[in-house]
């Protein structure tokens, strides 16, 4: 069963780069099954995801976010990699890696979760 | 952008009862959605797939149904561990979207 695990400062800067790392066990990240997705939830608030990444570099990004956000994978390493750029405190959240399903044309639903890591953007 | 809305926010049952929350879509999803169940401090979990299908392990108290723009998720007779947070998600389109939520609590 596959099992994934975040890892990252817990605190960064106002207009710093957030950087996490989901480290992927269980499975393979090269596999052409997968994309390999980032989801954050604001304290007290909603789910909103990210970006996705296939292990081929292919990649998704939710357009409210595409111009701060890269996602990038490391197969050699089972990671993928997460940075957000010039932060403030609205992107003060859980972020959580997951894996979706590739059955059509795009990635669908979200079904391996890592427990979430907290990012809080304060000076 | 496919906008996502749950109803109610908030559901209040007793244990035993029948909770049914709801799901719409702004435009056709067809039957691509997802629904998560999260408790505090958790990650969420997902439920149901394709509208309708259980995920591994899910028992068979929560059933998913809808196509298009409205779905339900019924839960027939609640658990105790079944007070939680649940959010549909939409993945018809990118970016994939979630609704904002709807938590059950204990009557």
């Known amino acids: 069963q596959l099992q994934l695990q975040e890892s990252g400062p817990g605190l960064v800067k106002p207009s710093e780069t957030l950087s996490l790392t989901c480290t992927v066990s269980?499975?393979?990240?090269?596999?052409?099954?997968?994309?390999w997705g980032w989801i954050r939830q604001p304290p007290g608030k909603g789910l909103e995801w990210i970006g996705s990444?296939?292990?081929?570099?292919?990649?998704y990004y939710n357009p409210s976010l595409e111009s701060r956000v890269s996602i990038s994978v490391d197969t050699s390493k089972t990671q993928f990699s997460l940075k957000l750029s010039s932060v403030t405190a609205a992107d003060t959240a859980v972020y959580f890696c997951a894996t979706q399903p590739m059955v059509g044309t795009i990635p669908d639903y979200f079904d391996y979760w890592g427990q979430g890591t907290l990012v809080t953007v304060s000076s | 952008e496919i906008v996502m809305t749950q109803s109610p926010a908030t559901l209040s049952v007793s244990p035993g009862e029948r909770a049914t929350l709801s799901c719409r879509a702004s435009?056709?999803?067809?039957?691509?959605l997802a629904w998560y169940q999260q408790k505090p401090g958790q990650a969420p979990r997902l439920l149901i797939y394709?509208?309708?299908t259980r995920a591994t392990g899910i028992p068979a108290r929560f059933r998913g149904s809808g196509f298009g723009t409205e779905f339900t998720l019924t839960i027939s007779s609640l658990q105790s561990e079944d007070f939680a947070g649940y959010y549909c998600q939409q993945y018809n389109k990118w970016p994939f979207t979630f609704g904002p939520g709807t938590k059950v609590d204990i009557k």
């Open positions: 394709a509208a309708s």
């Open positions: 990444i296939y292990y081929s570099g292919n990649t």
């Open positions: 269980g499975g393979s990240i090269s596999s052409s099954s997968y994309f």
């Open positions: 435009q056709s999803v067809t039957s691509n």
